[in-house]
């Protein structure tokens, strides 16, 4: 199978696509050596260095991603001599930054304690490239719950009330098909690259809750955290978590401290598996049915 033939099947695994400008660099000036005995000694051939030039982009939907790797190769070893990413996308610099640096610098085993790891991901560009990927493929997901959930939480009362009682239409549509935990409420939906840029990084989300029934004007307010973290593979980690705040009054009436409790809950459904929208329905739906 050649490369071209090759190409389709690994785009499947990347939501990257991936441009490269390949040119020698000039070999480093050497001088001629004399000896007494032997006259003029030819210098060793340095190995003949290229300069790739890489660009990464995002694919499906594009335009929320886009950075530039710069890789020079020994052609002799075929060995990387130096990597680096002098542009990055700016939505992605606080997350995947630190991750980078991880790859590209070089470790000094004098200040930092050496890991088994550290050999094998210095300069490793694969490793670099399935990271981006997987900071696009959650950062995206990220984007469609931040979306979803300002739209839904802040707009009137009536989605609410579709989350606390459900209707019979919903129930209608999860028969036929209709996947809860999807980000969007219906599975295979798409978002177009407009919608989801200003929400693409964004580490967290601020809500206003209302009281549906009994509590004309009030309101909690519910914090909810998102970040990406990576492990030594370049795979994503997601730190997902809640913060909580009601009005005084409430935690006085709370005596079994379930208000309290709220964000530990909110822990125990994503480790359980919860996906994350669903999980911050529910501790919404709590809050929004509290009548004080």
């Known amino acids: 199978m050649s490369a071209?033939?090759?190409?389709?099947?690994?785009?499947?695994?990347?939501?990257?696509?991936?441009?490269?400008?390949?040119?020698?660099?000039?070999?480093p000036d050497t001088t001629t050596t004399t000896t007494a005995t032997d006259g003029p000694t030819p210098p060793?051939?340095?190995?003949?260095?290229?300069?790739?030039?890489?660009?990464?982009?995002?694919?499906?939907?594009?335009g929320l991603f886009a950075?530039?790797?710069?890789?020079?190769?020994?052609t002799k070893t075929m060995a990387i001599a130096s990597l680096a990413v002098p542009k990055l996308d700016p939505a992605a610099e606080g997350e995947l930054r630190p991750f980078v640096a991880r790859i590209v610098q070089q470790q000094n085993s004098e200040?930092?304690?050496?890991?088994?790891?550290?050999?094998?991901?210095h300069n490793n560009v694969s490793v670099l490239a399935w990271g981006m990927g997987e900071w696009l493929r959650v950062a995206v997901e990220r984007a469609?719950?931040?979306?979803?959930?300002?739209?839904?939480?802040?707009?009137?009362?009536?989605?609410?009330?579709?989350?606390?009682?459900?209707?019979?239409?919903?129930?209608?549509?999860?028969?036929?098909?209709?996947?809860?935990?999807?980000?969007?409420?219906?599975?295979?939906?798409?978002?177009?690259?407009?919608?989801?840029?200003?929400?693409?990084?964004?580490?967290?989300l601020d809500l206003e809750v209302p009281v549906l029934d009994g509590g004309e004007g009030k309101v909690s307010a519910l914090r909810?955290?998102?970040?990406?973290?990576f492990d030594w593979t370049g795979e994503a980690r997601s730190d997902i978590g809640v913060l909580v705040s009601?009005?005084?009054?409430?935690?006085?009436?709370?005596?079994?401290?379930?208000?309290?409790?709220l964000p530990k809950l909110f822990d125990e459904l994503v480790q359980r598996g919860e996906d994350p929208l669903a999980a911050v329905r529910t501790v919404v739906c709590l809050l929004a049915g509290e009548e004080k």
């Open 4 to 27: 071209d033939e090759a190409l389709p099947y690994l785009q499947v695994f990347t939501p990257l696509t991936f441009t490269s400008h390949v040119s020698p660099l000039p070999p």
């Open 44 to 62: 060793p051939q340095p190995p003949l260095l290229q300069q790739h030039s890489i660009t990464a982009s995002s694919t499906s939907p594009r």
């Open 67 to 74: 950075a530039r790797i710069e890789m020079t190769v020994n």
């Open 111 to 121: 200040t930092s304690p050496s890991r088994s790891s550290s050999s094998g991901v």
């Open 144 to 204: 469609k719950v931040w979306m979803v959930l300002e739209r839904e939480v802040g707009g009137d009362k009536d989605a609410l009330r579709g989350w606390w009682g459900g209707s019979e239409d919903e129930d209608e549509e999860d028969a036929d098909g209709r996947d809860e935990g999807s980000v969007d409420g219906t599975a295979g939906k798409d978002h177009d690259a407009a919608a989801l840029l200003p929400y693409m990084g964004r580490t967290s």
């Open 224 to 229: 909810v955290q998102w970040r990406i973290t």
């Open 246 to 261: 009601v009005p005084g009054k409430w935690h006085k009436h709370d005596e079994r401290g379930q208000l309290s409790g």
